[in-house]
């Protein structure tokens, strides 16, 4: 039997779809809009049971997923999503041991999913101009227990990666095109790039400086998350959805491919 | 600089969009429609490079991502896709080192990716009934080497899986909700469910049953994956799309949350 | 030039993007948040150039739509949007001189896109067994001008409709599966069938009893409608967007076709 | 009951799915890939009803709907769909009666939904410089019986238009934008304005110029049809959706708004 221990970190889901995330800890109380959780009373309690607050509302405790742990995150900024984070994983290549750079480091949702996937040898080295939001990644990345394998680097991107021979490296900022020179000097040979921008305009200057610049394999995409509600006899989508967070953007570092592989070559 | 050696997995782009993923051995000789490339001059060669084939077509020689390496697996089935997959490590919280137990082998795609998150110290236990899937499934995993994070057992999933607190189940088989008690004998107290049905009415079939079956905070959704054809100055989604491989549907295993958790309550 | 007139109905676009619609009459006031815009200011004057309120608070007067009037109806009910209503107007061939049934009326949204589609000389006759929605509807359709070409009946269609050759009949109702006889009887030989259901259930249900009931070339679809923010140099997908509001389903009447066209045989 | 006449446009469904669109003529065969009809069986026989080929193979007759006409058309260009043509008609307000101008008739498939909705009184005036487009949409325009509600005009669109007051302009060409001083000339004062391009580049320079122009009310959106397999057991999308046809773009035609309704003013 799973069972709650000291310093876990846990889900709540409570009766009505509430959801908290807490890390447990002696005499800590979780005060939710239907009673008290007292931490001493989930230590040592299984997993995946009813209990109920001090008010008897119901609750269950599990652990949380990296997608409920991304989700959850205190943000200060648009955050890339679970249905973002999971392709780029796979497109990216990052796995247990990748060596990823990240430049633009905001919330740290994205920052989250690799160190989750790269851990416990690999490493994500994350890059982010701004002090506040170095110090809230820093934050959240110790909240969830993998500050250990990320690097939090306070400084502008333009002076270039610390980093060499990377596996990837991923930008979240507003100018992706303006550094790939530094994405190229801290990447692999034909290592592997992405980046997300919000808008057409930014995916149409960073292809063309992408194909300018020597990458290949470009490719442009958005994924969509359709959820439905969840009622046997009843089975529709949800009535609204989340219709854009940013168009994905990937290629490969390569060399001299810029008169053979002219743009448009790689178009399916 | 990165050289390829031999026996790497290498994925060789032509110059007009074409894509082969090789293993480099001695000797061999990989025939494109615009000619040979022999194995032997791409063993110590850089990555990332122009080279030609024999009749003088450009090809670059790279190593393959999982994305890569899934949408060129030989298939017999319908496969689970990288979109999919990804959006699947991270709601099953998969990731290294965890336990895996995967019900429908088919072609071995989903099990790849899987297999690709959790070495080396996890593991992917796949059933599959099959003989001729667990043969193919068995060759794509040698093929990309990560065999040795899988075991394929040929048996039908209703006598039950051996595993016995894994971190996650999965189920690509046509009448997943048949199944649950194995897959909750399966599973740890509170792990994660995870399964892809392509048709409205087997999601409507399974969430029926998770619910009666003590399983909670059930999702259910879709992931649409919308390419654009990468050219700066002409910006514009592909003409067709890949509108449909199947309903993905999520759940936590718990216990007697029956009455108190009723259906739709976890609705959002 | 064209002038605003007494008894036009008019669409006043505020600089903030907010929009009214207003008939004209005399000695009438319109109160925005910015303050107020007398009637008899507008009429004589001329469309679409900007005019300011009481308080100078600039905004423009146009004609409206039949986009902005069904987006402008007072609704007691989800209704049926333009992105629907447009493609129900051809699916169901509804033109100049139509004669159309609808089951349904609701607050009158597609009853006001029928309407002003077969006027002058069509006719829709509209069924809703509530009297509330029966007032309501036939208040937003006064409105806008397009009472006299529809005919709002008070009446339960299990009773049947009192049409005959009608050329489209369409269901927006809850167990539409249930009137399919009333709707045969209703429809011309080969005469065009519809419905919007919200929920996938409801969609199998219907189709099933359509097909035995010997309707032919069935369809089933979802209309999406993905909206961008209009900024020349920031062009990017509105965040959210409606994720549904119904399938829809077409059919033809016809006779004896359930031996010979078997489920499923006009798949495409 | 409803009978095919001599000179009747009719659907022909045979039982595998293949659709015939044809006018009955006395002495002429229809040769499907199942066998003859003979259109002097047709003239007389019931719509609705089950016949069969000259080879017992099973097919119906029904008239056809402006949607399966659009369909039908013989293309030698990209057409607009009726998914996008049933929203252009509820946004352009188009309906009995209009007067709509067109540049860039291509196939004339949107020429023949606009013909659709304003006849018998209304008139689409379209506009197309290759000789070859003219004579083919011409052609298409005759074989559904719309011709008589559409003047085509093989002029280079740069000349201007003919028409003064319109109430609705749509521009199907490469640059739109180029044309907007046309557009303007012959809108009626709030008139309406919608173009359809297909990468989001154009859309940027369309909404740009259109701002500058006085237009307003500028709107930007795509409309996705996703399909169903129509089986009640196994309801499921279609597999593979069309993605893109083009982005739609809608403003109305104001006077002296450019200073006071500034870019993005009227973002929602």
Chains 1, 2, 3, 4 share one sequence.
Not at 64 to 81: E, T
Not at 179 to 186: F, K
Not at 202 to 227: H, T
């Amino acid at each position: 039997m799973a069972l709650a221990r000291e310093n876990d970190l846990l889900l709540i889901l409570a009766k009505d779809g509430k959801r908290f995330i807490v890390r447990l800890e002696r005499g800590q109380l979780l005060h939710t809009h239907r009673g008290i959780i007292a931490h001493d009373d989930l230590i040592g309690a299984p997993l995946g049971q009813v209990r109920q607050t001090h008010l008897g509302y119901p609750y269950v405790a599990l652990r949380p997923s990296i997608h409920d742990l991304v989700m959850d995150i205190k943000r200060a900024s648009q955050i890339v999503y679970p249905k973002e984070a999971g392709y780029i994983l796979l497109k990216l290549n990052v796995g247990p041991g990748s060596r990823v750079v990240e430049g633009g480091t905001g919330s740290g949702a994205l920052t989250m999913a690799l160190a989750h996937a790269v851990r416990p040898d690999g490493r994500v080295y994350t890059y982010e101009s701004r002090e506040d939001m170095c110090r809230l990644a820093a934050k959240n990345l110790a909240n969830v227990g993998l500050a250990d394998v990320v690097e939090i680097k306070q400084r502008d991107i333009a002076a270039g990666f610390d980093e060499r021979d990377a596996d990837a490296v991923f930008l979240d900022v507003r100018t992706p095109w303006l550094y790939l020179d530094q994405a190229r000097e801290a990447l692999s040979d034909g290592g592997f790039f992405g980046a997300i921008v919000p808008t057409a305009n930014q995916v149409s200057e960073l292809i063309d400086v992408l194909g300018r610049k020597e990458f290949m394999d470009i490719e442009v995409c958005e994924i969509l998350l359709r959820s439905y509600k969840p009622v046997p006899t009843r089975l529709r989508p949800t009535d609204r959805m989340v219709a854009h967070t940013g168009y994905l953007v990937f290629a490969r570092k390569a060399e001299s491919v810029g008169e053979v592989f002219p743009e448009g070559a790689d178009e399916t």
